[in-house]
């Protein structure tokens, strides 16, 4: 009984070596005053809570839509590290839609992922940092 538990663990244990193996996760929260921030405040596992800094850059004409057509730049934040969901936490704005006013991109030149918003978006955002173990 307990060596087929055992020879159960082990190919479980080889197949999650031979794909990608396990995934460790954080939660982090990325909060601004409002798109025109510099600075916000990124919450971190445990609590802890540290100042980033932001850039306002132009939004890309490929990304331009109905909602955001009216905004000339946009918040971005460096999450510093590899992130897939990113949500709006607290309060959700029907002025915040993902694709329109916020969302993710990966930056190759900084090696860093970036949370982004718009106006009319004025939102509390939560992401899963992804690690590989």
């Known amino acids: 009984m307990y060596a087929d538990r055992f020879v159960k663990f082990c190919i479980i244990v080889a197949v999650v070596r031979l794909t990608d ?3 460790r996760y954080e939660t982090r929260v990325l909060d601004c005053p409002d798109s025109n921030a510099t600075s916000c405040t990124m919450e971190l596992p445990k609590g802890v809570k540290q100042n980033i800094n932001c850039r306002r850059e132009p939004i890309p004409d490929s ?12 918040l971005a934040c460096p999450v510093g590290c590899k992130i897939h969901i990113v949500q ?5 704005s029907r002025k915040c839609l993902n694709f329109s006013t916020f969302g993710k991109y ?8 970036y949370i982004w918003m718009c106006d009319p978006c004025r939102a509390v955002f939560k992401t899963n940092c992804e690690y590989d173990e």
């Open 63 to 74: 990304e331009r839509t109905k909602l955001n057509k009216d905004a000339t730049h946009r």
């Open 88 to 92: 709006q936490t607290l309060s959700l």
């Open 106 to 113: 990966y930056d190759a030149t900084a090696k860093d992922w």
């Open 21 to 23: 193996g396990w995934k």
